[in-house]
């Protein structure tokens, strides 16, 4: 094995940019440490084919930043941080791949802890265990979290719930059109909890295997992929891509509140003014979203069951109080939630300040 870990500059305020490469087994990868204000780094592995190592190193920054505004309003004591492979997750993998990446996190020494993400599963992050003990999301082992989907969904409904109080005045979804776009790990669960507790689905996916379940079992109307923005609906669930909310879909979208999986739903920050001007609530994507880094968070603390469930009942709570804060300032939801993570990261620097 040659592994070159190269220390690249990163951009200011950010905390460590690693590049990574190991020609044997083809590995280049990234890991970016964004933020160790509130603790260890931590924020999942993607597996992606990349145009260019350029486009890597930019979502690396991207997807680091964001975990460390999605870990502080979670409350688990992690700062904020991110890897990305770049490589085809149908065909590059293999285990001395996974092995040279385990060794690069090793040597960071327990600043950044890693996941699964988009193009990883649990047995690749086991291979990565091999030669790290800061790899989680794992199967096994006494404190092994498994699967985070079902946490990210369960979160997701809880807020929605919330979200929904705020607009219709009530949590009920009886009869309430919700479009569920993306029918994946979390996708699906979302849609089931949506379809026992009365709501009226439409799902847009392009599997088709994945639409035709939804159809029958939860008796889900489909819509096509390219018709999600002139549905008629009541809630958007997006749980498939990033960047799916522009100018131009939020500005044709019928639904009057926005609230799903997806990382990065806004194309761009200005968005969000779009949607509130059209009186549309969005919930943030990293405030809704947390639950999967909940349940990795009780791995890393080697907690049980009861600080995952715990810290998934707050989320609601930090969305109320995000709305209720936007209520009242008329700032939009993302601006209150960004504001909310500034302070906790200042008022953890200050505190650290004073000790030292
Ligand atoms: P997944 O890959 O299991 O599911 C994604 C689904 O979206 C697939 O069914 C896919 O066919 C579908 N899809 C792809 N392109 C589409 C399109 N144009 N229109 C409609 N559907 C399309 O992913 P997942 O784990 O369910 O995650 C979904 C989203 O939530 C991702 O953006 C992910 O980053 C985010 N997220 C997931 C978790 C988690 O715990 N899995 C946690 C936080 C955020």
């Known amino acids: 094995m ?5 220390q690249e500059t990163p951009p200011a305020g950010f905390e460590r940019l690693l590049f990574v490469e190991e020609p044997d087994s083809g590995l280049q990868a990234f890991i970016c440490v964004h933020s160790t204000v509130l603790g260890p780094a931590a924020g999942g592995c993607r597996m992606w084919k990349y145009g260019s190592l350029d486009q890597a190193r930019t979502d690396v920054l991207r997807l680091a930043s964001g975990m460390t505004s999605k870990n502080a309003m979670a409350g688990l004591g ?7 492979i770049v490589g085809d997750a149908k065909t590059d993998k293999s ?8 060794q690069a996190v090793e040597s960071l020494k327990g600043t950044y802890y890693t996941a699964e993400d988009v193009g990883i599963s649990p047995e690749d992050m086991a291979m990565v265990a091999a030669e790290t003990d800061y790899a989680v999301g794992l199967e096994c082992g006494q404190h092994g979290s ?10 997701v409904f809880q807020c929605l719930k919330v979200g929904a109080e705020n607009v219709f005045a009530t949590s009920d979804f009886t009869g309430r059109r919700v479009l569920v776009q993306g029918l994946g790990h979390v996708g699906m669960s979302l849609a089931e909890k949506l379809h026992e507790a009365g709501a009226q689905l ?11 379940r939804a159809a029958k079992d939860l008796g889900a109307e ?43 739903q806004l194309a761009t920050p200005g968005v969000a003014e779009t949607l509130r001007a059209r009186d549309i609530r969005y919930l943030p994507d990293y405030v ?8 990795v968070a009780s791995e890393i603390h080697k907690t049980g069951e ?14 109320r109080e995000i709305l209720d804060l936007s209520d009242q300032s008329g700032k939009t939801t993302t601006r209150v939630a960004d504001e909310l993570v500034a302070k906790i990261i200042a008022d953890a620097r200050s505190l650290q300040k004073g000790a030292a």
């Open 146 to 155: 498994g699967d985070p989907s079902p946490f990210t969904a369960e979160g």
């Open 202 to 212: 439409i799902v847009a996916d392009i599997n088709e295997a994945a639409l035709k």
């Open 306 to 319: 009861d600080y995952r469930d715990d810290r998934l009942n707050l989320l609601a709570g930090r969305i």
């Open 222 to 264: 489909v819509c096509a992929v390219d018709a999600v923005f002139d549905a008629q609906m009541d809630i958007f669930a997006p749980c498939a891509l990033g960047g799916v909310l522009t100018e131009e879909s939020a500005a044709r979208l019928k639904a009057k509140l926005v609230c799903g999986a997806a990382n990065n």
């Open 2 to 6: 040659q592994l070159k870990i190269t």
């Open 288 to 295: 809704v979203n947390a639950g999967g880094i909940i349940s």
């Open 95 to 102: 285990e001395a791949l996974f092995r040279a990446f385990g």
């Open 78 to 84: 992690l700062g904020g941080g991110k890897s990305v």
